[in-house]
């Protein structure tokens, strides 16, 4: 039976629901919960609130979503980012972000939009000693898998082809349809009509779909959450009231040219 979606392009009307699916999406993520609790405490869907509406007028990115068929709710979606290759072309969208207030913006947290914090002292505070951590290991990976070569003059020369996913999300309410395949498959059908290749960070729970569409984990990041807990998990929800391992995966789909040995 075909499936009762369709992927169409997201657009700038669409950011409020698109970050509340983030949000609800990742409610059950340990790592998103723990730094929930931080000194400046993440909030999901203040981040996609700040950061969607930018990444829909980027150039090089591509936002796509599920919709039903039915119903005409949006199901979830997937960024996809490029580099070194061209996106295809997507239908003119407004240029003006939507408000950054709650008002304006339905979800089941109700959080108002604030700017970006001030970055913390890694030292005294241990969300931002993993923020530091996570991001840092992220630009290894991005520096070693898609480079930007040099030439003999130290100018820029060809660039790395791929892409890559930026984040996805599907709601609870969604899941277990394919929706997540789909929005994934839009993708790796590109990369599979070039000569490209497709990288994705993982969180810890959402490896087993990038598994199932083709990406094979590649690298690892193994990572104590209790070392950088400001406070212990839910006793109710965590054993023992301890956060726990995170695993981060770094998956690839098909095959680098700079990394044949994969």
Not at 2 to 9: D, Q, S, V
Not at 60 to 75: H, P, Q
């Amino acid at each position: 039976m075909a499936a009762a979606f369709n992927i169409i392009p997201a657009r700038q009307e669409d950011v409020p629901l698109l970050a509340a699916i983030s949000a609800e999406a990742f409610e059950s993520d340990s790592q998103t919960e723990m730094k929930s609790h931080g000194k400046v405490p993440f909030n999901m869907r203040e981040h996609a609130l700040r950061s969607l509406p930018k990444e829909l007028q980027n150039p090089v990115i591509r936002i796509i979503k599920a919709v039903d068929d039915e119903s005409g709710a949006i199901m979830g979606y997937c960024t996809w980012g490029f580099r070194g290759i061209q996106p295809p072309a997507f239908p003119a969208d407004k240029v003006t972000p939507p408000p950054d207030s709650a008002d304006t913006a339905d979800g089941p947290r109700g959080a108002r939009v604030n700017p970006p914090p001030a970055p913390l002292d890694a030292e005294s505070d241990g969300v931002a000693r993993l923020e530091k951590l996570t991001g840092d290991d992220l630009q290894n990976w991005m520096d070693l898998v898609m480079p930007s070569p040099k030439d003999d003059a130290g100018n820029s020369s060809s660039e790395t082809k791929c892409m890559f996913v930026i984040g996805l999300s599907v709601s609870p309410a969604f899941q277990r349809r394919g929706v997540g395949a789909a929005l994934l498959k839009w993708g790796t059908d590109l990369v599979d009509a070039s000569d490209a290749f497709a990288w994705v960070h993982s969180s810890a729970g959402a490896w087993p779909a990038y598994e199932r569409a083709g990406f094979k984990t590649v690298r690892t990041l193994d990572v104590d959450l209790d070392e950088y807990a400001p406070v212990p998990a839910p006793a109710d929800r965590f054993e023992g009231g301890k956060w726990g391992r995170y695993v981060f995966r770094y998956m690839i789909y098909g095959t680098p040219p700079e990394m044949a040995y994969l």
